[in-house]
């Protein structure tokens, strides 16, 4: 597993009115209290999920293409096309 980077940022200067998320979990202004302190950094952790997505999009666009589906089947199948698939395999299994 590939670790994700962080990048320091002072939250003053790169987001002056940004919300910043506590400790807790809950969501306050920061650009108050921030723009005191230019100094203060705020490690911010990015996760870049573009396989799993490129994966995703790939097997739904294959899924429509395979099973010829209709518009608004393909685009159920953007949720859907693992359940499309499975039901076209049953057919070929009996």
Do not use: N
């Not at 920061?30 to 911010?44: F, L, P, R, V, Y």
């Not at 294959?62 to 693992?82: C, D, Q, R």
């Amino acid at each position: 597993m590939v670790a994700a980077p962080v990048l320091m940022v002072s939250v003053a200067v790169a987001f002056p009115l940004a919300s910043k998320v506590t400790e807790s979990g809950f969501s306050e202004q920061a650009g108050a209290d921030c723009a005191m302190d230019e100094k203060s950094t705020q490690k911010i952790r990015i996760q870049q999920h573009t396989f799993m997505g490129s994966l995703w999009i790939a097997a739904w666009l294959f899924t429509i293409g395979f099973l010829h589906l209709t518009f608004w089947k393909g685009v159920l199948a953007i949720v859907l096309w693992p359940y499309y698939l499975g039901v076209a395999c049953r057919a070929l299994v009996h």
